[in-house]
């Protein structure tokens, strides 16, 4: 288990909402899930140091899908905290060339070159993660025991973790804007009912989503089977 979870709850630009990042300790170090959109930089680096984040203590950045308000500020980290970047392979190359339809079925024009604006996501802020998670990847070499599960369906490549002592964290297959549900933008509906399904078979306590507060699976308005 983590010694520590940090909720880290960064806004959105123009009220539009927020986004979880999550820092854990991991080790004699620190692991961070997810870093929020770059307009809210300042914040996440205060929320880290104050938590005892400091540089060179980050082990690693570990990136639930490639969406700009998810992956804003890795290169930051990475640079500024040091660590190396983790993500799924089948959405690395949204970071790499800063266009969050690259891998998805339905593209939207004005969102492509409105997206990045809005979140502040420009050619600073792309980057090639250190590390391509698969299924099953271990996290026990940055110091905590932790297994990725692909969850295909907000994104090809979305990814949970899930901590030994059942810590599950979902990105943005499911949020608690309302109420614990399935994310209400899916870009292939299949397979994150797929992805939601075989999570039913996993020993699962606390989900800490990508938008909204933590929840329990026993709350989930979609019955998992």
Not at 10 to 27: D, K, R, W
Not at 205 to 217: A, L, N
């Amino acid at each position: 288990m983590p010694q520590a979870i940090n909720v880290i709850t960064l806004p959105l630009p123009l009220g539009i909402g927020s986004v979880n990042s999550y820092l854990l300790q991991a080790g004699n170090g620190y692991l961070l899930v997810d870093t929020g959109a770059p307009k809210a930089r300042r914040m996440l680096r205060s929320e880290l140091e104050g938590a005892g984040c400091r540089v060179g203590s980050l082990r690693l950045t570990v990136l639930t899908h490639g969406d700009f308000d998810h992956t804003g500020n890795a290169a930051y980290m990475r640079t500024t905290f040091g660590g190396k970047i983790a993500m799924h392979a089948d959405d690395a190359r949204m970071a790499e060339v800063g266009d969050m339809f690259v891998n998805r079925k339905r593209s939207n024009f004005i969102l492509r070159v409105a997206i990045p604006r809005l979140i502040g996501f420009g050619k600073s802020e792309q980057f090639t993660p250190d590390v391509l998670l698969e299924d099953g990847s271990s996290l026990s070499e940055y110091g905590l025991e932790a297994t990725v599960i692909w969850l295909p369906g907000h994104s090809k490549g979305s990814v949970g973790i899930l901590t030994a002592d059942g810590h599950f964290f979902c990105g943005d297959l499911f949020d608690n804007i309302r109420k614990p549900a399935l994310g209400s933008i899916m870009d292939d509906h299949g397979a994150a009912n797929w992805s939601a399904a075989r999570l039913g078979t996993l020993k699962i306590g606390p989900v800490y989503p990508g938008h909204g507060k933590p929840f329990s699976m026993g709350q989930l308005s979609e019955k998992l089977t």
